[in-house]
């Protein structure tokens, strides 16, 4: 079946300090492949969506890209702030007509 | 607005004990789904309403219950709650059915069970 593995469970960086998560992705499908971010007391909510490989997804200075080849999808940031401390969600639908499955999310801590 | 509501936002529950959740959106949109998130695991889909029809997760079909009694509301039933059962389950909407729709996620609610 479709899976998604992120690996990296905290990361702590320093403001302006770049950030880069991955996340592997395992279907037979062609997938839709998405980061949702949370917010301390709030639910999840999309940040990106890429549905093309080789694509840039952009938003609020974040970018996202997959890679069709190494069944990889990442998100980086130049430079973060501490507003961006958050956990980050990678996510893969197969199909248009298939559920979303996540990754384990990634806790990022942004210190001033 | 695009807010989904979860009530409790805390719930304490027994052992043996039924446990109702609450869930609600004002968007108009077709699909709600209910979702289970355990620490340092990914959300796991439970189940979700495509306008009145319940789909339900195989590995998951005996656990959980569901109604929705209209558009805007859906609900989250556990008939005798055990210890496993304790996580925080999060409430999401999207205006079709289908990975690729956006789906608007609830603050959840965390259960624990005693």
């Known amino acids: 079946g479709d899976s998604v593995i992120q690996m990296q469970g905290q990361v702590t960086l320093s403001e302006n300090d770049f950030l880069f998560i991955n996340c592997t992705y395992s279907?037979?499908?062609?997938?839709?492949l998405f980061w949702y971010v949370q917010y301390s007391g709030e639910g999840p909510q999309l940040l990106l969506q890429?549905?093309?490989?080789?694509n840039k997804g952009s938003s609020r200075g974040f970018e996202a890209t997959y890679d069709k080849g190494t069944t990889s999808f990442h998100l980086q940031k130049t430079s973060v702030q501490e507003i961006d401390s958050a956990v980050y969600y990678c996510?893969?639908?197969?199909?248009?007509?298939?559920?979303?499955?996540f990754g384990q999310g990634t806790s990022l801590s942004v210190v001033p | 607005d695009t807010t989904v509501k979860q009530n409790p936002r805390y719930k304490l529950a027994r052992v043996g004990k039924p446990v109702n959740l609450i869930c609600s959106q004002t968007?108009?949109?077709?699909?709600m789904y209910w979702y289970q998130k355990k620490p340092n695991q990914a959300p796991k889909l439970l189940l979700f309403?495509?306008?009145?029809?319940?789909?339900r997760e195989a590995d998951t079909f005996e656990k959980f219950q569901s109604s929705r009694p209209n558009n805007s509301f859906c609900s989250l039933y556990i008939g005798s709650a055990g210890l496993e059962y304790s996580a925080m389950y999060l409430c999401?909407?999207?205006?079709?059915?289908?990975?690729?729709?956006?789906?608007?996620f609830g603050p959840g609610t965390r259960l624990l069970v005693l």
């Open positions: 996510a893969m639908s197969s199909s248009s007509f298939s559920k979303l499955v």
């Open positions: 309403y495509y306008d009145k029809i319940l789909n």
């Open positions: 279907t037979t499908g062609y997938p839709t």
């Open positions: 999401a909407s999207s205006r079709g059915w289908g990975g690729a729709d956006t789906q608007y």
């Open positions: 890429v549905t093309t490989a080789n």
């Open positions: 968007m108009n949109h077709d699909t």
